[in-house]
């Protein structure tokens, strides 16, 4: 009995944030309240091409240096897997380790990435002509 709930669990938790997802992303795109956010960070004719936040504290360092943090969660999650598995510290952590990894990897990595921005078709904020771009 225990087995089922321990496994049933987790697939309800990621069922349901899926639903979540998928439900805000209609709603976004059905709205169109993605155009609304970005043209409230806009200015045409304004400096940094029209974005008036693109040369501020803390825009400015997460549009260069925002991969940072998943690289370094990657890397740690990898570090204590590598010692979970070494027996350097619980064996439990593995998993959870693994996880982070795996995350990282498969998310962002391979299926943001590699998949959907090169096929999806849709034009990245700046390029909207919404905002001043072309697309």
């Known amino acids: 009995m225990q087995a089922d709930r321990s496994l049933s669990e987790p697939l309800a938790v990621i069922l ?3 639903v979540l997802g998928a439900a805000g992303t209609v709603i976004i795109e059905a709205t169109g309240g993605d ?3 970005i043209a409230a960070f ?3 004719g304004g400096a ?3 974005w008036v936040h693109a040369g501020d504290l803390p825009w400015r360092l997460c549009y260069d240096y925002g991969e940072i943090p998943g690289i370094l969660a990657a ?8 010692a979970a598995r070494g027996e350097k510290i619980a064996r439990k952590y593995a998993a959870p380790c693994l996880v982070v ?4 990897l498969l998310g ?3 299926l943001v990435n590699g998949v ?3 096929g999806w078709g849709r034009p990245r904020p700046a390029d909207v002509a919404h905002v001043g771009g072309s697309a």
Do not use: C, E, I, R
């Not at 890397?75 to 590598?82: D, E, F, K, S, W």
């Not at 990894?101 to 990282?104: A, D």
């Open 42 to 44: 806009f200015q045409s």
């Open 16 to 18: 349901v944030l899926f």
């Open 116 to 118: 959907l921005k090169n």
């Open 48 to 50: 940094h091409d029209g």
């Open 35 to 37: 155009l609304a956010w």
């Open 101 to 104: 990894v795996l995350t990282v």
């Open 75 to 82: 890397v740690a999650g990898l570090a204590a897997y590598a």
């Open 108 to 110: 962002p990595g391979l």
